[in-house]
């Protein structure tokens, strides 16, 4: 049961779209086609035309509506007034349960039941035939069609990209004149000009009336052609009114600028050139090249062991804990006594060597230059063995060789 309930629409859902729907060309088998004259009312003898009409059978809400307007077509081209004749045509068109649910209708209008139970019948009138339409159409159109599409046409219809002004102003004209065709539709529900042209200003973008704002133009104040006139205008210079309101918003407020996803820093030039630095390690980048990478600076001075030039004080602990394990107390005290002996008779050996020469300096004047360039050379000599020491022994190596001469005492 609940699967035959045709369930809700969206609120405020066109029932009849701006554009019309393509739809699929239908079979031979499925088109009547009526003899119409040209001239409403004219002799038989007159010119004619063909109209072809497909069946309708409990079809779209758009099908049914070119049903409606071909038998409208029909019986104002041929002079059809009589109801009877009216029930013949749309009879021809009608198929399936459409015409079960016309015809009930029509047998219900045609007769009555008084209070004792007595049928009679009731002469067939114009308004039966309407309303025998208006049950076919209950039938097709989803619940409250009609106020869904005058409150979508006033609140949610916007003219489409593709589709110029003047034939958004024909589609309105359009669903405007099919509003009567609505179940319990007439000519009294159509809009009026004044409501027409309040509909059309609120469907165009709104840079649009934006545009009439800055030129001092109100729709409502003029005519329907004036409005056509000016949305033709800006239609024609459509690129050039997008670049300007690009550069200057006529809202007045700035554009908010989105924050940058390039690369945190950059060298120099702002445009994005990746291939601008290679690095072995990473690659093509923006950023740094190979004698700048921080990750092959850091892998080179592991590799060498001489992350710092200096020892510090956690280093100096380590070393020591890491001698100190698993000998007696007394040797290690007794080796960094001897150690510290020696580098200070070295100190001190420095500073004597250093007042003697400074001693011959005061007593020979003369031979101050020759004296200060020896020095020179001195100082250069001791600077050069001192590196060549470091490099070939490290105060590790030093400490280390201490050890084994201790423990070999």
Known sequence: ??????????????????????????????????????????????????????????????????VRKAISEQWLQNSIDKPQDRVSSVCTVLRGDSLTGFEEKIQELTTSTDENGDITNVAL??????????????????????????????????????????????????????????????????????????????????????KFDLDGYIPTEFGKDRFITECEAIERNANQFVKTSAKEPLSGKTPAHKKSQSVKFKNGNSSDDSTKFYCTEHGQNSTHSSDKCFTLKNRLNKEKGTATSALTKKSFRKEINSLAKGRPKKKILEMFASVLQEEAKKIAGKKSTKAKAKKRRADDPSDSDSSDEMSVDNIEHSVRKTDETDEDQTYQDRIDNLGSITNED
């Open 1 to 66: 049961m609940s699967d035959t309930i045709p369930r809700k629409a969206m609120f405020l859902v066109a029932v009849i779209p701006l554009i019309e729907e393509i739809r699929e060309k239908p079979k031979s088998t499925e088109i009547v086609q009526f003899l119409l004259k040209q001239r409403a009312g004219s002799a038989v003898s007159g010119p004619t035309y063909k109209l072809n009409v497909v069946r309708f059978c409990e079809g779209t809400v758009g099908e049914w509506l070119e």
């Open 125 to 210: 009138t114009v308004e039966m035939v309407e309303l025998g339409l208006n049950a076919v159409a209950q039938t097709v159109f989803p619940h409250r069609a009609l106020k869904l599409q005058k409150q979508w046409m006033r609140r949610r219809m916007k003219k489409p990209e593709d589709l110029t002004i003047r034939k958004t102003v024909t589609a309105i004209g359009r669903l405007n004149n099919s509003l009567p065709l609505f179940p319990d539709g007439s000519d009294l529900d159509k809009f009026t000009p004044e409501e027409i042209l309040e509909i059309l200003e609120w469907s165009i973008p709104d840079t649009w009336r934006t």
